[in-house]
């Protein structure tokens, strides 16, 4: 089965950088949109960013735009996100997950990586 | 951006009784709506999609329906391990927008 495991959460000071991976295996990772999703501690589910198959066309909440940048490696199975000027918003377990055939639905999940953003 | 708003926040029931979730947009979306359970300590898991579309493995028992602004969860019949979180997920718009939750809770 699909297999994706999220690394790189830690404890980061007001107005850091970070650096998210996930690493993919069991599917052909070359062929599916890739998805960050967060979820703010006891709060609910939010989109972060997504990319396409390609790499070629990348979106963002406003929340994050001009902060975050998505990416991927499709040779090495593997998705990222570069997180700067961290707020304590935002704070959260980030979960990366696999698109469907549609891209914009999330059929497979990592178990997540907690960003605490905090002096 | 498209607000989804689901009611009720909580909802006790027992087992063996059928939950009714609801999730309304804001403006249409179609039908290209999502459900996500989601299980304490856990990823979120999809449900239906496309509206009233089981994914893979998920049991008869969870179904879907509604177009447009409405949309429902139904789940026939409750089983212990149902009593969690419950998320609806649009995708016609960017960005996407998840509801707010709906806990279902023993009664």
């Known amino acids: 089965e699909v297999h994706l495991l999220e690394s790189g959460g830690t404890l980061v000071p007001p107005g850091g950088s970070l650096r998210l991976s996930c690493a993919a295996s069991?599917?052909?990772?070359?062929?599916?949109?890739m998805t960050w999703v967060r979820q703010a501690p006891g709060k609910g589910l939010e989109w972060v960013s997504t990319?396409?198959?390609?790499?070629?066309?990348?979106f963002y909440a406003d929340s994050v735009q001009g902060r975050f940048t998505i990416s991927r490696d499709n040779s090495k199975n593997t998705l990222h996100l570069q997180m700067n000027s961290l707020r304590a918003d935002d704070t959260a377990v980030y979960y990366c997950?696999?698109?469907?055939?549609?891209?914009?639905?999330?059929?497979?999940w990592g178990q997540g990586t907690l960003v605490t953003v905090s002096s | 951006e498209i607000v989804l708003t689901q009611s009720p926040a909580t909802l006790s029931l027992s087992p063996g009784e059928r939950a009714t979730l609801s999730c309304r947009a804001s403006?249409?979306?179609?039908?290209?709506l999502a459900w996500y359970q989601q299980k304490p300590g856990q990823a979120p898991r999809l449900l239906i999609y496309?509206?009233?579309n089981r994914a893979t493995g998920i049991p008869a028992r969870f179904s879907g329906s509604g177009s447009g602004t409405d949309f429902t969860l139904t789940i026939s019949s409750l089983e212990p391990e149902d009593f969690v979180v419950y998320y609806c997920?649009?995708?016609?718009?960017?960005?996407?927008?998840f509801g707010q939750g709906t806990r279902l809770e023993i009664k």
């Open positions: 997950a696999k698109g469907t055939i549609a891209a914009r639905y999330f059929d497979f």
């Open positions: 069991r599917f052909t990772f070359s062929s599916y949109a």
């Open positions: 997920q649009q995708r016609n718009n960017w960005p996407l927008t």
């Open positions: 496309d509206a009233s």
């Open positions: 403006q249409s979306v179609s039908g290209y």
């Open positions: 990319i396409s198959n390609s790499g070629g066309t990348t």
